[in-house]
């Protein structure tokens, strides 16, 4: 059994075991994840974990991972599968050297386990704290950790968001986030409201329950835990179970239009072949 305080440190992180938790210690540097950096430290009860892999890396490494359980960690849940792979908070990257000491980590863990893979009914490991904010392409996003509040930018708010004005957001009055990762075309954050609300345009921009991200704008370190912060807030504002809204579908004009928007910035050469191939297939599936 592994003893109480006992840390395997690798790179940009360390793991400290406790009786009951995974202290998850990040390292500040200019290597590190700016995600890291800003989420400082992590404490994971061993509730909210599912399993530990233990799996070659790259170059000389193995990795070591906690398998969070679905709905058991708000970051995870508003990340919904979109974190590369080197900022998964829930890696830790080992010289081989040490291979034998990680599966000795692993199964310690693995034998601590008692949760299985269902979902958990409510989120265990704490959110970033706040308050909160950064600036997206379109207006300032400020979460102060009851209300959410977008200031827009004369510089690329759409007239849509000018004329509906400043917006604030009670958190009581929200079910849940949607959170498009700034690395991606159309990135964003969108609010999703309760009932009754009014429909929401399919296009972010155009939403005053949305920011929307561009190059340098909300990146993932400041735009997610955001999300994250914002998406505990109102579960905990409402316990039953949130459904994501469903997408709505967009007007065939539109999509042709964005598709040909798509086609520029691809001859451009600012967006590849794969990003192209994929956001072309999710706007496809949108008619």
């Known amino acids: 059994m592994a003893r109480m305080g006992d840390v395997l440190a690798g790179f940009h992180a360390a793991w400290e075991f406790e009786s009951d938790s995974v202290l998850i210690r990040f390292e500040r540097g200019i290597r590190t994840p700016k995600l890291f950096q800003a989420l400082g430290e992590r404490r994971v009860p061993l509730e909210a974990l599912a ?5 070659p890396g790259k170059r000389g490494t193995v990795v070591l991972r906690a398998v969070p359980r ?55 490991v704490k959110p970033p704290e706040g308050p909160l904010t950064f600036k997206a392409y379109d207006g300032k996003a400020t979460f102060d950790g009851k209300t959410v509040s977008f200031r827009w930018f004369w510089t690329g708010a759409s007239s849509a968001k000018w004329k509906a004005g400043d917006q604030t957001f009670p958190v009581s009055a929200l079910c849940g986030v949607e959170w498009r990762s700034p690395e991606v075309f159309e990135g964003h954050l969108r609010l999703l409201r309760r009932e009754p609300a009014p429909a929401h345009p399919a296009q972010a921009d155009q939403d005053p329950a949305a920011v929307v ?43 042709a239009d964005r598709i040909r928007h798509l086609g520029e910035l691809h001859e451009a050469g600012l967006v ?16």
Do not use: N, W
């Open 213 to 255: 991200f561009g190059l340098g704008y909300g990146p993932v370190h400041e735009s997610l835990p955001f999300a994250a912060a914002v998406l505990a807030a109102t579960r905990s504002a409402s316990p039953a179970p949130l459904v994501a809204a469903p997408a709505p579908h967009r007007d065939p004009a539109d999509i």
């Open 51 to 55: 399993a530990v892999t233990l799996t």
């Open 70 to 124: 679905p709905g058991a960690d708000p970051l995870m849940e508003a990340a919904a599968g979109q974190l590369k792979e080197g900022c998964d908070p829930y890696r830790l990257v080992l010289p081989a050297e040490r291979e034998t000491l990680a599966e000795y980590y692993a199964d310690e863990l693995r034998g601590q386990l008692t949760a299985d893979e269902e979902p958990a009914e409510r989120f265990l």
């Open 272 to 287: 590849t072949d794969e990003e192209f191939s994929v956001k072309k297939a999710e706007l496809l599936a949108q008619l």
